[in-house]
């Protein structure tokens, strides 16, 4: 935008430019009030105005004086006695004597010691100095005190608040207190998993393998030569060997798997269809559970879904489809000439999630919501993916009769569970 500064304009022109836009064109920080604008025409019933903003400025300026003016008499309170005593010998005076007001409380009362005690009273001039500069010590004194007692009050509060410091040396702690030292949930996961040819197909071209290890962690693989295309089933096989085999060598060497390691795996894969020269292509589902932790690395499609304990259904697994191309087309697999990376995750289960790792052939048709519903009904996971499968696999359209399936039907399936340790786990 053009410095509008630098244009020699009218008298006229600024005034009617400050009017429609509220800026001053010979002072560009300040702005004005737009006047006359429909605008602000119609919003100025609206918006509180100016004596509203004064009113308000005004009444917290009172506002601020009261407090003000309560806090200097708070503190001049005890130097009355020093300050005021000539106005109290004047307006001395003015007030009836004390000797007249004991005389009519006594007469109401009719007690013996308070006739004494006001009668003492009567006899003292009030009107002294000295009794002044008493009582402003009195008050002070006692203003002083009240002062000290809200300080050690506030400094007990703040230390029984500040966090400790934490001790860096744990040997130095009491050795009782090991028994109040919060120890980590341990998990279980009771897993199975089953796959079958289905009634169209002429071989079953999926694999599926578990691994478990002795922390209790468990890893799930499927893979399913894709398409049904010649070699798929070689594809497959050879695929879900490479995955397990190299993450069965990282446990060996390690102990533990990570994230990381499910891409290297597949990776590993890719270098040995390729090496191999395998015609065919499949996809790759590699889920790790690892305590209450879930990992992935999928190429292709399937499905990758979690089974929560309140009834509700996540999918986790995106096929690599391509936009506009049939559904059973894929972008990302094990297979010749295929680079493009798996899409990985991690997703922090509760217990009694089941997680479901499965191919495309069961994912398609599989009942979701009702599995969900009724996950609680089945105390064991055993032989369940089986069940499962069949009960697919014979699905008929009412009306045709024909299957509903056209592809082979792979599903594992595994539940976390409290507990810990491989002789825990199912």
Not at 173 to 183: F, G, K, Q, V
Not at 184 to 192: N, Q
Not at 338 to 351: A, D, K, N, S
């Amino acid at each position: 935008m053009k410095d509008l500064s630098r244009y020699q304009s009218s008298t006229a022109f600024k005034a009617r430019y400050s009017d429609r836009t509220g800026f001053d064109l010979d002072d560009p920080d300040r702005r004005v009030p737009v006047r006359g604008h429909d605008l602000a025409i119609t919003l100025t019933p609206q918006l509180p105005g100016r004596k509203g903003k004064a009113e308000q400025l005004l009444h917290d300026r009172l506002r601020s004086g009261k407090k003000d003016r309560a806090r200097a008499l708070t503190w001049l309170t005890p130097l009355g006695g020093l300050i005021g005593w000539p106005e109290q010998l004047q307006a001395h005076d003015h007030h009836p004597p004390l000797s007249i007001v004991s005389g009519t409380m006594t007469d109401q009362v009719g007690t013996t010691w308070i006739n004494d005690l006001l009668g003492f009273l009567g006899q003292i001039d009030f009107s002294q100095p000295l009794f002044g500069v008493a009582l402003g010590g009195a008050l002070l004194m006692t203003q002083t005190v009240a002062i000290l007692q809200r300080r050690a009050f506030m400094n007990s509060v703040a230390a029984q608040i500040e966090t400790r410091q934490p001790d860096f040396f744990p040997e130095t702690l009491p050795s009782d207190t090991n028994s109040a030292i919060e120890t980590r949930p341990t998990f279980a996961w009771e897993s199975d998993a089953s796959t079958r040819q289905g009634q169209i197909r002429e071989e079953n071209q999926d694999a599926v393998l578990v691994l478990r290890f002795t922390d209790g962690s468990l890893v799930m693989i499927v893979c399913d030569g894709a398409g049904g295309l010649v070699g798929g089933r070689d594809a497959s096989q050879t695929a879900i060997a490479a995955i397990g085999t190299d993450l069965q060598r990282c446990w060996d060497e390690t102990g533990n798997l990570s994230p990381e390691d499910l891409t290297r795996a597949i990776a590993a894969a890719r270098e040995e269809v390729e090496g191999r020269r395998l015609p065919g292509v499949t996809t790759a589902l590699v889920v790790l559970l690892q305590g209450d932790r879930m990992s992935y690395a999928t190429l292709g499609d399937g499905g990758v879904a979690v089974v929560w304990p309140d009834g509700m259904v996540g999918q986790v697994q995106v096929p690599h489809h391509t936009a506009g191309m049939p559904s059973n087309i894929i972008n990302a697999y094990i297979g010749q000439g295929c680079v493009v990376p798996p899409r990985i995750g991690t997703l922090q289960l509760e217990l009694g999630a089941i997680v479901m790792v499965m191919s495309d052939g069961a994912s398609d048709l599989f009942p979701f919501e009702d599995f969900a519903l009724n996950h609680d009904r089945y105390p064991s996971l055993l032989g369940l993916a089986d069940i499962l499968l069949m009960t697919l696999e014979e699905a008929r359209d009412p009306d045709s009769g024909g299957y509903l399936h056209s592809d082979n039907l792979t599903l594992a399936l595994a539940r976390l569970e409290a507990g810990g340790g491989d002789d825990q786990a199912r």
